[in-house]
């Protein structure tokens, strides 16, 4: 029972401090390390030696090896990530654009066939049929297909987006 005994008052809070900045710092340091081990394997302009020689350094003398990277390669890493940010942009816009229709418009035929179901349906009048009818054939269409909010004569329009 001679072993002293800490209570929270004996660790002062300047202490608490420098414990948690350094415990910040060690994980941004490990963030860095992965990021440039994820570099390396994303690197398609280095060959598979040069992978190696990079990997073995980084991993063997850490603090020397990312200092290193960093400094030699720091560039290009900043130039594979927008490229990579770029990419992922696209294929996001591209998913987007597919789901979504594409923007293309439906052709004069489509949005025939869906008049006439509309009016035989009874959700369109003739005069209403026969208007939306002139603007299809017209080509002064509106960019949403007939029958989903675009104006064919009900006297309600809903703006385009």
């Known amino acids: 029972m001679d072993t002293p005994t800490y209570l929270a008052y004996d660790y002062p809070l300047l202490s608490a401090f420098w414990t948690m900045l350094w415990f910040f710092l060690w994980i941004l340091w490990f963030i860095l390390l992965f990021r440039i081990i994820w570099d ?8 598979g030696w040069g992978k190696a020689g990079w990997l073995a350094f980084v991993i063997l003398l850490p603090f020397l090896g990312v200092l290193v990277y960093v400094i030699a390669r720091g560039k290009g890493m900043g130039n ?7 990419k992922k942009q696209e294929a996001f816009d591209s998913y987007v654009r597919q789901t979504a229709g594409g923007g293309a418009r439906p052709s004069h035929a489509d949005e025939l066939s869906r008049l006439s179901e509309l009016r035989t349906r009874g959700d369109i009048s003739e005069e209403e049929f026969r208007r939306a009818k002139e ?14 909010g675009a104006d064919t004569g009900t006297g309600t329009t809903t703006p385009s987006p």
């Open 135 to 148: 603007l299809v054939l017209s080509d002064d269409r509106p960019s949403t297909p007939a029958g989903t």
């Open 80 to 86: 594979r990530e927008v490229e990579h940010a770029i």
């Open 40 to 47: 390396i394997f994303r690197d398609d302009s280095m060959g």
